[in-house]
């Protein structure tokens, strides 16, 4: 059984740009996550090491080989960063850089080798995906959000758990919880699903909603939950229904 894990930028660093990674929780996360890493892909987002160059340098809208490097060279110091710390409570991880095995067209995934993913997985290693830039086929150059990551890799490797942290507890309507999401609903809630708090060059909450139905679209329900809560990802990797789950009715 395959299941695919995002935490948003938002829980692992400070998206304003004032405290860069927030240590305690890139900790407390690796902890949580080490309770069950069998079978898991991990993927995080950028947050502010992310969209700060990345805004910086006006990506996508703009190409530029420097900005490019920048913020892919700062995405993978958070993603070291949370490598090492699950390192340090027994789990083993290797980094998968999208940058380096996937293409985009329009800014959507184009083609991705997802042929060491698997085999990771085969050998009891946990996958560690970041948001990232990516080259684009058609724009030369865009970026990917860690939404879009969980996307794909849910339907490619037809993972039966699918859970979307961040930093609320998850699609809100007049500041309470929704329990369940479907495309049917937009309509009513487009109008309370806004972006992100702090920096976001990938949509914020409306972002991981249009990723999410996409993918329930394909028949794979997914929960949109608040990972700033600890003890929440332990209950998400146990199957637990918390949050908002997002999924197509029969």
């Not at 990506?59 to 340090?88: D, I, K, W, Y």
């Not at 985009?104 to 085969?122: D, W, Y």
Request: aromatic fraction near 2%; charged fraction near 20%.
């Amino acid at each position: 059984m395959v299941r695919v894990l995002k935490i948003g930028g938002s829980i692992l660093t400070d998206k304003s740009g004032e405290r860069g990674a927030i240590q305690e929780e890139i900790e407390r996360v690796a902890r949580e996550v080490a309770t069950r890493p069998q079978d898991l892909v991990l993927v995080h987002g950028a947050g502010s090491f992310g969209h700060i160059p990345a805004r910086q340098y006006c990506l996508p809208q703009r190409f530029s080989p420097e900005g490019l490097r920048v913020t892919h060279e700062s995405v993978v110091r958070l993603n070291h960063l949370l490598l090492e710390a699950l390192a340090g409570v027994g789990v083993d991880s290797l980094p998968v850089h999208p940058l380096s095995c996937l293409t985009l067209s329009r800014g959507r995934i184009e083609s991705f080798a997802i042929e060491p993913i698997t085999k990771m997985l085969e050998c009891g290693i946990m996958p560690l995906l970041h948001g990232d830039v990516a080259m684009d086929l058609t724009g030369g150059a865009g970026i990917v959000s860690g939404d879009q990551l969980v996307s794909y890799l849910a339907r490619a490797l037809q993972a039966e758990v699918v859970a979307v942290g961040c930093n609320v507890d998850g699609v809100l309507l007049s500041g309470r919880p929704l329990a369940e999401v479907q495309r049917s609903d937009l309509p009513r809630i487009e109008g309370a699903v806004g972006g992100s708090a702090g920096i976001d060059v990938t949509g914020g909450m409306r972002g991981k909603l249009d990723e999410l139905l996409e993918l329930a679209d394909a028949g794979i329900g997914a929960m949109i939950f608040n990972a700033s809560r600890e003890g929440n990802i332990v209950r998400v990797l146990q199957g637990e229904a918390i949050g908002t789950k997002v999924w197509r009715a029969d």
